[in-house]
């Protein structure tokens, strides 16, 4: 059973940094990808970030910038650091990895608040 276990939330002022980390255990397909996606109160929830195994990544356009994803292929970790954290940017974030191994297997983390105040 594959578990994703996220860390590094919290309350930051504007402007501020925060690094997301989120470590995954279990059986896991070595060809993958993981991202962060984030929800704010009544909005849905969107993707972030992600990166390949072979480390291509993919931004949403209002982190570009701002945001960095990065990941450990030896750990099975991968991180978010935000620069630049705007109120805008508070939500819950998740973690997720997606695999296909003749079917798609998609995996989520309890999700870490992150509350920019201006």
């Known amino acids: 059973q594959v578990q994703l276990v996220e860390a590094g939330g919290g309350l930051v002022q504007a402007g501020g940094s925060l690094r997301l980390s989120c470590a995954a255990s279990?059986?896991?397909?070595?060809?993958?990808?993981m991202g962060w996606y984030r929800q704010a109160p009544g909005k849905q929830r969107e993707l972030v970030a992600s990166?390949?195994?072979?480390?291509?990544?993919n931004y949403v356009d209002s982190v570009k910038g701002r945001f960095t994803i990065s990941r450990d292929n030896a750990k099975k970790t991968v991180d978010l650091q935000m620069n630049s954290l705007k109120p805008e940017d508070t939500a819950v974030y998740y973690c997720?990895?997606?695999?296909?191994?003749?079917?798609?297997?998609?995996?989520w983390g309890q999700g870490t608040q992150v509350t920019v105040s201006s």
């Open positions: 997720t990895l997606v695999y296909y191994a003749k079917a798609k297997y998609v995996y």
């Open positions: 279990g059986s896991i397909f070595n060809i993958n990808t």
């Open positions: 990166i390949t195994s072979d480390g291509s990544t």
